[in-house]
């Protein structure tokens, strides 16, 4: 990824927080100060939340392209 597609992806990202950014966060992103365990397991819940979601979407998706098919037997 090149840094413009990074700044484009971190910039959809926190236009959509409606909090102000905090000082921990702004010298996490500027390598000042190493993640914590606490911010990753936050971060790898979020993640797992997003995977469990398009899961369920799939499993939707395969569901309806499946039912019409029985309907014509």
Do not use: R, W
């Not at 990824?1 to 992806?9: G, R």
């Not at 010298?27 to 911010?39: E, H, M, R």
């Not at 993640?47 to 309806?64: C, D, G, P, R, Y």
């Amino acid at each position: 990824m090149c840094p413009c597609e990074a700044d484009v992806l971190t910039y959809s990202f926190l236009k959509g927080c409606d909090e102000p950014t905090t000082a921990k966060e702004i010298n996490i992103t500027s390598a000042k100060q190493p993640l914590d365990g606490k911010y990753l397991q936050k971060l790898k819940k979020s993640s797992e939340n997003i995977k469990k979601a398009f899961q369920s979407q799939l499993a939707h998706v395969i569901v309806s392209e499946i039912s019409p098919a029985f309907h014509h037997l």
